[in-house]
């Protein structure tokens, strides 16, 4: 009987920092638990190491579900740490975006849906997800046979010349490649920010594209689109992925996407770093099939030290208790982006309250409003705060502020040199993603 991982496994295995810490593991019968380190990792039985310092070896069959999914995703852990460690020294990570220029290879005779997607993974070593809400609301499912014979096409246009067909559609978003149906990704838009490249005027360069790139979709036509043209020379553009990728490809001359990241941040003031805020930063293993959303919230508070609560108030608002099913397969994306993508499955949400992480309705997290002060003395505006928060009322979540009926207000501070922000978690988030977008724009002049 194969009873141990290889050494070169175990090794790497127990210089995991998840495996380091003492945890509560429970049995099946869940009337029987120790706090315990894990110190031996077999494929049926593990070894742990109790606070007197006794070892005692435990069947993995025996152990609760949360507990055996705990040690499932750690050996994803690690295999994926090995394999990124084998890579040539220097060789890059492929992003989404990068692997979509990359030749594929798509065999596919009227298969299910769902071995595109495990080709796909396999082939260019990204996570993939499938939007099963969009999905089911027009009757489709992951059984949706697909045909498809690809072996040099580049992977952006084979998903086309594939999904197509079928009724389906993909963007790039919360850094995994993700399946949807056109009416969801028409109706999920990104705030983005575009440097111009040379001397054109930044409100003449936006007239152009909103009469050249998808002219029925702004809002000026009535469309959910928007566009504003800061005296700065910025771009600020909310619109979905498909008009985000063809103003890219129209407009490669004289515009360039800036993306800002954690270390574009206010030299001072503005929302507060906590050990919640970097735990969700951190990359996420989860392979569920089918898991108990008790078991997920498990799993993702001993991986990442994460106090993870369900509302029963909110999980009731959506029928949605404890035991509903999730499913997911990651392996890159920060637990911000899991939760992001796992939770609509069950038409939850979350957000950041106290110390900890609450899972709950779209209606209740809409209800918890909170005030920050952004500092943005630093972006030196050419403008004033007013023609700041003007972007960002236009441009982030335009119906969630009171000047449309929303609840969500933005005022200049005291100082003259923040914006008061009161506003849902969802759009605090989005808005410090825009700031940290400007200051990465600023940095590049």
């Known amino acids: 009987m194969k009873r141990l991982l290889p050494l070169v496994l175990l090794a790497a295995l127990l210089a995991t920092p998840a495996t380091a810490a003492v945890r509560r593991w429970t049995d099946k019968t869940g009337r029987f638990s120790v706090e315990a380190e894990l110190i031996d990792h077999g494929m049926k039985e593990i070894s742990l190491k109790k606070?007197?310092?006794?070892?005692?070896?435990?069947?993995?069959?025996?152990?609760?579900?949360?507990?055996?999914?705990?040690?499932?995703?750690?050996?994803?852990?690690?295999?994926?740490?090995?394999?990124?460690?084998?890579?040539?020294?220097?060789?890059?990570?492929?992003?989404?975006?990068?692997?979509?220029?990359?030749?594929?290879?798509?065999?596919?005779?009227?298969?299910?849906?769902?071995?595109?997607l495990a080709q796909i993974e396999r082939h260019h070593e990204i996570d993939v997800f499938l939007d099963r809400t969009a999905?089911?609301?027009v009757g489709?499912?992951?059984a949706v046979r697909i045909s498809a014979n690809h072996a040099d096409t580049p992977l952006a246009a084979a998903l086309d010349a594939t999904l197509g067909p079928a009724g389906l559609t993909w963007l790039v978003r919360n850094g995994v490649l993700l399946i949807t149906t056109p009416e969801a990704e028409s109706r999920s838009l990104q705030t983005r920010v575009y440097a111009l490249v040379g001397a054109a005027r930044p409100d003449v360069v936006l007239q152009q594209l909103s009469q050249r790139v998808a002219a029925s979709s702004?809002?000026?036509?009535?469309?959910?689109?928007?566009?504003?043209a800061l005296s700065s020379g910025a771009l600020l553009i909310s619109q979905s992925y498909r008009v985000h990728r063809q103003i890219e490809k129209d407009f490669a001359?004289?515009?360039?996407?800036?993306?800002?990241g954690p270390k574009d941040k206010a030299p001072r003031g503005g929302p507060r770093e906590t050990p919640t805020t970097r735990a969700l930063r951190e990359p996420a293993v989860a392979e569920f099939a089918q898991v108990p959303l008790s078991d997920v919230i498990g799993f993702l508070a001993s991986q990442h030290h994460l106090d993870i609560k369900l509302d029963p108030d909110g999980a009731k608002d959506v029928g949605a208790g404890a035991s509903a099913k999730f499913s997911a397969n990651m392996?890159?994306?920060p637990v911000a982006d899991l939760l992001d993508l796992m939770l609509p499955q069950h038409d939850l949400t979350w957000i950041v309250e106290g110390n900890g992480v609450l899972i709950t309705s779209p209606q209740q997290a809409a209800a918890k409003m909170t005030t920050v002060d952004y500092p943005v003395g630093d972006l030196r505006l050419r403008g004033n705060l007013g023609e700041l928060a003007a972007a960002v009322t236009q441009t982030v979540y335009p119906t969630s502020w009171d000047q449309v009926g929303g609840r969500?207000?933005?005022?200049?501070?005291?100082?003259?040199?923040?914006?008061?922000?009161?506003?849902?978690?969802?759009?605090?988030?989005?808005?410090?993603?825009?700031?940290?977008?400007?200051?990465?724009?600023?940095?590049l002049r």
């Open 51 to 116: 606070a007197n310092g006794k070892t005692v070896r435990v069947p993995i069959s025996e152990l609760s579900r949360q507990d055996q999914l705990y040690l499932k995703n750690l050996r994803a852990t690690v295999a994926r740490k090995m394999q990124r460690q084998a890579r040539v020294k220097g060789a890059p990570f492929t992003t989404v975006e990068e692997a979509l220029t990359h030749p594929t290879k798509l065999a596919l005779d009227n298969a299910p849906l769902g071995e595109m």
């Open 135 to 137: 999905l089911a609301a």
């Open 140 to 142: 489709f499912s992951d």
């Open 218 to 228: 702004w809002a000026q036509v009535g469309g959910p689109g928007c566009g504003v």
């Open 253 to 260: 001359q004289q515009l360039r996407p800036v993306v800002g």
């Open 331 to 333: 392996r890159h994306v």
């Open 408 to 443: 969500g207000t933005i005022r200049p501070a005291a100082n003259g040199q923040a914006l008061s922000i009161t506003q849902t978690y969802a759009v605090h988030r989005r808005i410090e993603q825009l700031l940290r977008d400007l200051r990465a724009l600023q940095a």
